[in-house]
């Protein structure tokens, strides 16, 4: 228990000892819960379902690569929080389904006015990072609730990049799915990534949707690897493609010149395949990473949005700390959670490895990002 808080958490991987903790819960004086599972956990889907259809409270969260408790990171096991105060669910289903502009705008209209009683426009965001069309999504939420709202979530999923049920609902594991939730309070975040421009930029001159098939009128891979090569000790061999891409993402320059992060997933026929979408005509810069660099960048974030907090004002902190950073910065990764930990205000801290990250731009436009860090207290 932490403040006002329900919280537990294990570090096993058994469902028993998972049920053992949602009992716990639902006999506290909790009104919502969110839940946050590791993917190496062996959870039988069919039993972990029907926990959560005879669950008596509202459920939210999903299942990602890897959790975070204060600055210890797990990869197996799961935290649940209960909250006092009424947390609003409103769940968007099978939105791989809906590919044109309008249909989407529509439903996600029609969602919020049966399921949404607004008393804030304050939001968490949990959603299947292998959802195709995510930003499509954010793009039409932004315009339906009249873009004065702040919000923050992470994609949830596995990190071999398979499409697989993650989403916690009182209606059992969901895939295609997004979980938008009010917050009873105010929501501050603050937003970092510490990566540098090491070359560009480029003209993003031929692209479909989440993939770049050129570079510059030139094959997107060629120009990719002939510029980390001729500055770099790497050499793109068979099967080594992702060991160097993930130091290298490619950064879209938005309109108040700051870079958004596109992780490079994987390189076939001569494309980048990107974990979000780049914009045709764009400007690309190839950028790199260096650990100490990205973590006294977060360390910053973190004293930046602390000092605007107390525990009276924010009592919860929670992290979307992208599973590409740690793929990056591997042990080193430990100093990043230490660093928000060492800084943090609020009585509890938490966080999720996401596939994605969803914050506000300085614009007030939510952004899809990747390899950032997104902190959020409310």
């Known amino acids: 228990m932490e403040g006002s808080l329900f919280f537990w958490h294990t570090n096993s991987d058994s469902l028993a000892d998972f049920k053992i903790g949602l009992n716990l819960a639902q006999a506290s004086d909790a ?47 799961a935290l649940i929080i209960g909250f006092q105060e009424t947390y609003n669910i409103s769940t968007f289903s099978n939105l791989h389904q809906l590919k044109d502009e309008d249909a989407l705008e529509n439903y996600i209209n029609s969602q919020l006015e049966e399921k949404l009683n607004f008393h804030s426009d304050n939001f968490l965001m949990f959603f299947d990072g292998l959802m195709n069309n995510v930003e499509d999504f954010i793009d039409c939420l932004f315009e339906c609730l009249d873009h004065g709202i702040t919000i923050a979530g992470g994609g949830a999923g596995h990190v071999d990049f398979v499409q697989r049920p993650c989403i916690f609902t009182n209606q059992g594991l969901r895939s295609n799915v997004v979980l938008l939730v009010t917050l009873p309070s105010k929501l501050t975040t603050s937003v970092a990534h510490g990566w540098k421009i090491f070359q560009g930029p480029f003209l993003a001159s031929e692209v479909e949707e989440q993939t770049v098939l050129s570079l510059n009128y030139e094959p997107a891979f060629d120009l990719y690897s002939q510029a980390i090569e001729s500055t770099s000790n790497y050499k793109f061999t068979e099967g080594n493609f992702f060991d160097i891409a993930k130091r290298y993402p490619l950064g879209i320059e938005d309109i108040n010149s700051n870079l958004i992060i596109r992780e490079i997933i994987v390189s076939q026929y001569g494309y980048l395949q990107c974990a979000g979408k780049i914009p045709i005509n764009s400007m690309i810069y190839l950028l790199e990473g260096d650990i100490d660099s990205l973590i006294e960048t977060t360390e910053q974030t973190a004293i930046d949005l602390f000092s605007k907090t107390t525990a009276e004002s924010a009592q919860i902190s929670m992290i979307f700390d992208c599973i590409g950073r740690v793929l990056y910065m591997e042990d080193d990764f430990a100093r990043e959670l230490h660093v928000i930990n060492k800084h943090r205000t609020s009585s509890a801290l938490f966080g999720v490895l996401s596939i994605g990250e969803i914050a506000n731009s300085k614009s007030g436009a939510i952004r899809l990002l990747n390899k950032t860090t997104v902190i959020s207290t409310w």
């Open 31 to 77: 009104t919502s819960l969110m839940v946050l599972a590791c993917n190496q956990n062996d959870y039988p889907t069919q039993d972990l379902n029907i926990l959560l259809k005879t669950c008596l409270l509202p459920i939210f969260g999903g299942i990602y690569p890897m959790i975070s408790h204060q600055d210890t990171l797990m990869k197996q096991g």
